[in-house]
């Protein structure tokens, strides 16, 4: 039984910092990374991790967020620095196994606001 477990959202200021974490369980995956939804706005890649070291982001994204992943702990994290009211959103962690079935997390609320 595959299990996507997340953590670490929250409310934060603007210029303020979040790490999310996503621990996966059950399978082996090709693919870990998150992806975010705002009120009235579609689902969205925000980045993502190949089990070989490649990582994809959105230009939205791009130089204030980090993905990492630990393939031995089959963990994904998301380190939010520089944050906006933009990025608002709940993030949803998700997996892809190598016969490319797709997993996802509950997600988890990420609120940017002074």
């Known amino acids: 039984q595959v299990q996507l477990v997340e953590s670490g959202g929250g409310l934060v200021q603007p210029g303020g910092s979040l790490r999310l974490s996503c621990a996966a369980s059950g399978s082996i995956f090709e693919i870990m990374g998150w992806y975010r939804q705002a009120p009235g706005k579609q689902r969205e890649l925000v980045a993502s991790?190949?089990?070989?070291?490649?990582?994809n982001y959105a230009d939205s994204v791009q130089g204030r967020f980090t993905l990492s992943r630990d393939n031995a702990k089959n963990t994904v994290y998301l380190q939010m620095n520089n944050l906006k009211p933009e990025d608002t959103a709940v993030y949803y962690c998700?997996?892809?196994?190598?016969?490319?079935?797709?997993?996802w997390g509950q997600g988890t609320q990420v609120t940017v606001s002074s």
């Open positions: 998700y997996a892809r196994t190598y016969g490319r079935t797709t997993y």
């Open positions: 991790s190949t089990s070989g070291g490649g990582s």
